[in-house]
């Protein structure tokens, strides 16, 4: 078996160590033994239905995330309660700037230099909650848990809102406490969009838009005719089942966050003119995003390829093609076997031509 005995030439070289082992480890001890025992298959990393081990500096916690489509549509009826609700009380949008933007033209143009004022701040507001978020987007900081600790500002700045309304007699200067939820609100969104959600919860134009685009893809998806290449057909459909799992996903996020501005809107009718009921959305978006931005949830580190990787991968491509292969067996003095060749095509599963890291990996344990 020609990689074998390339294996062992490689170990006794004198200048090479085992290439299994040492300084030419294929992969770490752990994804080796997964390897081996799974036969090459990979277990996705974005399985968030499946009870995961998340380990920060502090020590390891345990626990399972909610399903993306149950988070995603949990952020939606959130920041839809907000909008329903600063709509209904203070004739502001806590979350949707397309409507602050336009309320402030509409008070320009009528000459309400006051109310133009306040949603100029709205806008300003969420502007600034943004900000706050993209500090702590750095993948270095998500791996600290910087989005846990982000989002305690959520609840500070809703209660916050509430405290001022209560403590402000006048209706009309409340009215400014409401700048507080677009901080909050601004947050919220970065976070579901460079988060482990990788979506906008409050920008509902785009997410139709995106349904739209989706839905022309699934319509108009052409499927490759050539019934010899297995693994294009794999991909596939993969492509496609993925498609249906963002379909749903952002379909979700639309329903409920129309169904959170019927509630929000709904408790504006409380009594005291709906006083405290932001503190609903604050305790929810807090355990969410506490629960699914963990450190773990942050992409890990990009590792360097290990050097056996490296001493196939002649142009330093981080891929390897069949010259490549053929090449280093020819220099090591080894015969390249036709059997060998067809397990190298047979790991190309885009059908590329050449292997990547993950490819190679299976190549190597099948």
């Not at 993209?134 to 989002?151: D, L, M, T």
């Not at 969410?288 to 360097?304: Q, T, V």
């Not at 390249?336 to 599963?349: G, H, K, N």
Request: glycine share 8%; charged share 15%; proline share 4%.
């Amino acid at each position: 078996f020609g990689l074998k005995k390339l294996f062992g030439n490689l170990t006794h070289a004198g200048n090479l160590q085992n290439p299994m082992h040492g300084n030419y480890s294929l992969v770490e001890p752990t994804s080796l033994s997964t390897s081996a025992t799974s036969s090459g298959s990979e277990r996705s990393e974005d399985d968030s239905s499946e009870a995961r081990v998340k380990q920060s500096a502090a020590g390891r916690t345990w626990y399972i995330p909610l399903p993306k489509l149950m988070y995603g549509a949990g952020l939606a009826a959130c920041d839809g309660f907000v909008n329903g609700n600063t709509k209904k009380r203070f004739n502001t949008f806590g979350g949707m700037m397309t409507g602050n933007t336009v309320m402030l033209g509409s008070s320009v143009a009528d000459e309400k230099w006051i109310d133009a004022a306040l949603f100029m701040c709205m806008i300003a507001g969420f502007f600034i909650g943004a900000m706050i978020g993209w500090a702590c987007a750095p993948p270095s900081r998500k791996r600290a848990g910087s989005f846990r600790y982000i989002s305690l500002m959520i609840p500070l700045c809703l209660v916050a809102c509430e405290v001022l309304v209560f403590v402000i007699e006048s209706a009309n200067t409340a009215r400014w406490a409401s700048v507080l939820t677009a901080v909050a609100m601004g947050i919220t969104d970065v976070v579901g969009f460079s988060g482990s959600l990788g979506q906008h919860v409050t920008f509902m134009t785009g997410n139709v838009q995106k349904l739209a685009q989706m839905t022309y893809n699934m319509l108009t998806f052409s499927r490759s005719k050539d019934k010899s290449k297995i693994n294009t057909q794999l991909a596939e459909q993969k492509k496609i089942s993925q498609t249906r799992v963002d379909f749903c996903t952002v379909g979700a996020i639309w329903a409920f966050y129309v169904a959170g501005a019927l509630v929000g809107s709904l408790m504006s009718r409380a009594p005291n003119e709906g006083a405290w009921t932001l503190c609903l959305p604050a305790a929810v978006l807090t355990l969410l995003i506490w629960i699914n931005e963990g450190p773990s949830s942050a992409a890990p580190e990009p590792a360097a390829k290990p050097p056996l990787f490296r001493l196939f991968d002649l142009t330093g491509s981080d891929t390897i093609d069949i010259v490549e292969l053929r090449t280093v067996f020819a220099k090591l003095g080894l015969e390249l076997t036709p059997q060998e060749e067809s397990r190298f095509i047979a790991a190309d599963a885009d059908d590329s031509g050449k292997l990547d890291f993950k490819q190679f990996v299976a190549w190597i344990a099948a």
